[in-house]
């Protein structure tokens, strides 16, 4: 069985579920439509802090949110979470750090997609990188696997543990974190 494709309509329904979840509890929303993703800390001027994905693109707003979920009270104050970002077009070295700091949230992003019964796809973010190095992120994806199966064996930080719970509940997924992660799934969107 292979993991459905997200409608549009889903990413109105994303919103939903994450307002539902953390609008009052955690003074945060998801919220699509931009040309590039964003996070927007709380202000007094604007009393929520804002998770801004590209356009209405669900895996965007699961990635975003996974980014979210994994960072500490520190972090959600600074804008983006006072992450780097260099744009497409890095270098083999820039390229590598970005895979680093990637693992963790491209792995809470597949469980949230399964949560969702959606299939997930690794992104590397770097379309026009340089050299021969560019073309082989097997390293990436075995990392975004272990990753992945560590979530599974440890449980999901506690904000994407309710999100998840939230979603599978939505789409009426079982539990993403039932059966092991692996490249096949990956690669394939088949279990395996």
Request: net charge negative.
């Amino acid at each position: 069985m292979t993991a459905a494709q997200p409608e549009p309509h889903c990413a109105a329904a994303l919103e939903a579920i994450f307002d539902r979840c953390f609008a009052e509890s955690e003074a945060t929303r998801l919220r699509g439509g931009v040309d590039e993703p964003l996070y927007v800390p709380a202000s007094p001027e604007q009393g929520h802090a804002v998770i801004w994905y590209r356009e209405d693109y669900s895996a965007s707003a699961l990635h975003e949110v996974s980014h979210w979920c994994i960072a500490g009270p520190e972090r959600r104050r600074l804008p983006d979470f006072g992450y780097w970002y260099h744009p497409d077009g890095r270098s083999p070295a820039q390229q590598a750090a970005f895979e680093r700091v990637e693992v963790r949230p491209q792995a809470l992003e597949w469980c949230l997609s399964r949560a969702c019964g959606f299939r997930f796809r690794v992104s590397i973010d770097n379309l026009m990188g340089e050299g021969p190095e560019a073309a082989d992120h097997s390293r990436f994806e075995r990392a975004v696997v272990v990753q992945a199966n560590d979530y599974r064996k440890r449980g999901l930080p506690p904000r994407a543990a309710a999100f998840a719970t939230a979603l599978a509940r939505h789409w009426q997924c079982r539990d993403p974190l039932a059966e092991s992660f692996s490249l096949l799934e990956l690669r394939t969107g088949q279990p395996g």
